[in-house]
């Protein structure tokens, strides 16, 4: 009979925030995939634990998720954890989880700690209805179609940020939701220094273009203002409207059709297409 997948939660700053049953979990497998092992042994450490290890990482998935599900398939269980919080959240694990499901292997998740749902609840801002945009991509096309895709979202966004390019992202995310929309920056999370700063875009812009930040941030940032109401427009009408913007304003069309996209939440690909194909 084949074992069983369990992911495996780890503190996200505070060694308490293990759970006990993360503990007897990580007693009870017969061997652990981890991101960094280093960083893991430290947490066996603390609860006197020797385990087996293999490593899975972002760049060896392929190679280490074939071996860690023939372990499984045949009947070894296992936990997997990653540097910190939940494995399959931003983190590797997604892929793991993926081949033991299509397997048939059984996955068995425990809940603990988790950076964005952390800072989500310590936000101060709407909860009831929010989007996980994890990182934004280092490549600047990826990354503007990302914001631009996000343009129009009535739902609090939930971002992770490295520190050293936190400042570029404010200024990114200023640029497109504009100064004044709400944000709170959740730094350090169940640590000493933990601290949660609850600003606006522009604000943080100017208080961290000064103060270059220490440590590990998830933004939350506050949703559009749900549109006014007005004049719904098609398709056809949105389409319409880019190549006015072209033609009268003499917009390129690729900005007339983000403009649109932004004011309409049609996507800027369609309108683009439909654009110059008239
Ligand atoms: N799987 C993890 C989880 O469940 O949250 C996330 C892993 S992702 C590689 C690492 C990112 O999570 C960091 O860049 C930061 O944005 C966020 N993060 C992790 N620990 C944090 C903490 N203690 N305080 C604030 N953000 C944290």
Redesign the pocket.
């Known amino acids: 009979m084949a074992g069983t997948l369990y992911l495996v ?1 780890t503190p ?2 505070n060694l308490g925030d293990l759970s006990p049953r993360a503990a007897e979990t990580l007693a009870a497998v017969d061997f652990i995939a981890a991101e960094d092992t280093r960083v893991s042994v430290k947490i066996l450490n603390h609860l006197g634990l020797k385990k087996p290890m293999v490593s899975y990482y972002r760049h060896n998935t392929e190679t280490s998720g074939p071996q860690i599900l023939r372990r499984l398939l045949e009947g070894e269980n296992c936990a997997l954890v ?10 590797p694990g997604e892929e793991l989880v993926a081949l033991c499901v299509e397997a048939g292997v059984t996955v068995v998740p425990l809940p603990g ?4 749902v ?2 989500l609840a310590a936000s101060g801002l709407p909860t009831g209805r929010f989007t996980f945009e994890g ?1 934004l991509a280092m490549n600047k096309k990826n990354r503007r179609d990302h914001l631009d895709s996000l343009r129009g979202e009535t739902r609090t966004m939930v ?4 520190p050293h390019k936190l400042v570029a992202t404010l200024a990114d995310l200023a640029a497109v939701f504009g100064p004044e929309r709400r944000v709170a920056l ?6 000493l220094h ?1 601290e949660v700063v609850r600003t606006t875009l522009g604000q943080a812009v100017e208080r961290y273009r000064e103060q270059p930040p220490r ?4 933004l939350v940032v506050e949703g559009a203002a749900p549109a006014e109401e007005g004049p719904v427009l098609t398709l056809e009408q949105a389409v319409e409207r880019v190549c006015a913007l072209y033609r009268e304003e003499q917009l390129p069309m690729k900005e007339a059709a983000r403009q649109v996209a932004a004011e309409t939440g049609f996507q800027k690909k369609e309108l683009y297409r439909l654009a110059v194909q008239r």
């Open positions: 939660p996200i700053g990653t540097d910190a919080g939940t494995p399959a959240i931003s983190d700690p988790c950076a964005l952390t800072a990182f971002f992770y940020e490295a959740c730094r350090e999370l169940t640590k933990e440590g590990e941030f998830v």
